[in-house]
C-alpha cells in the first residue's frame, strides 16, 4: 500500500534543514560583526582616553586653559590602538582644541554567508569614541 505522499516528509526536512542552516549562517555572522564592533568601540574609547591627555602644556602653563596639542593627540591615539593589538582596517582621529573623536573601522570575517555573498565588498563595522580632556584640581 503505497500513498502518493511518500518521500515529502524527506523533501520538507531537507528544505528545512537547508533553512536552518543559512539562518544559523546569518545569525553567527551577525553576532560576530556585533562582537566586533564592541571591541572596536571599546579600543575607540581607551584611544580617545589616551588622546584627551594630549594637552597643551605650555598653552596651559601660560593661560590655565586646557586645549589639546594636535600631534600629540594623534599619536597617544595611534599608540593606544596599536598597543591593544586589535586589527583595525582604518584609524581616524580627529582633534580639535576641546575633544578628540577617534573612529576604527574594522572587516567581519563572513562565515557560511559568505558562500553567498560577494567577498570583494567586505562587510565593515565601525566603533567611535569622543573623550574631552579634563583639569582635575
Given at each position: 500500500?503505497r500513498?502518493a505522499?511518500?518521500?515529502?516528509?524527506?523533501i520538507?526536512v531537507?528544505?528545512?534543514?537547508?533553512?536552518?542552516?543559512?539562518?544559523?549562517?546569518?545569525?553567527?555572522?551577525?553576532?560576530?560583526?556585533?562582537?566586533?564592533?564592541?571591541?572596536?568601540?571599546?579600543?575607540a574609547?581607551?584611544?580617545?582616553?589616551?588622546?584627551?591627555?594630549?594637552?597643551?602644556?605650555?598653552?596651559?602653563r601660560a593661560?590655565?586653559d586646557?586645549?589639546?596639542e594636535?600631534?600629540r593627540?594623534?599619536?597617544?591615539?595611534?599608540?593606544?590602538?596599536s598597543?591593544?593589538?586589535?586589527?583595525?582596517?582604518?584609524?581616524?582621529?580627529v582633534v580639535?582644541?576641546a575633544?578628540v573623536?577617534?573612529?576604527l573601522?574594522?572587516?567581519?570575517?563572513?562565515?557560511?554567508?559568505?558562500?553567498?555573498?560577494d567577498q570583494n565588498e567586505?562587510?565593515?563595522?565601525r566603533?567611535?569614541?569622543?573623550?574631552?580632556?579634563?583639569?582635575?584640581?
Amino acid at each position: 500500500m503505497r500513498s502518493a505522499d511518500d518521500g515529502s516528509v524527506t523533501i520538507w526536512v531537507l528544505g528545512l534543514s537547508m533553512l536552518l542552516l543559512v539562518f544559523g549562517g546569518l545569525a553567527l555572522d551577525y553576532w560576530r560583526a556585533l562582537a566586533l564592533q564592541r571591541e572596536l568601540a571599546a579600543v575607540a574609547d581607551s584611544a580617545a582616553v589616551a588622546a584627551a591627555s594630549g594637552i597643551d602644556e605650555e598653552t596651559y602653563r601660560a593661560t590655565g586653559d586646557v586645549v589639546l596639542e594636535p600631534a600629540r593627540a594623534r599619536g597617544l591615539a595611534n599608540a593606544a590602538v596599536s598597543w591593544q593589538g586589535v586589527d583595525v582596517l582604518s584609524t581616524d582621529v580627529v582633534v580639535s582644541p576641546a575633544s578628540v573623536t577617534v573612529t576604527l573601522t574594522g572587516v567581519v570575517e563572513l562565515g557560511l554567508l559568505g558562500v553567498f555573498v560577494d567577498q570583494n565588498e567586505p562587510l565593515t563595522v565601525r566603533g567611535t569614541a569622543t573623550a574631552v580632556p579634563v583639569l582635575v584640581p
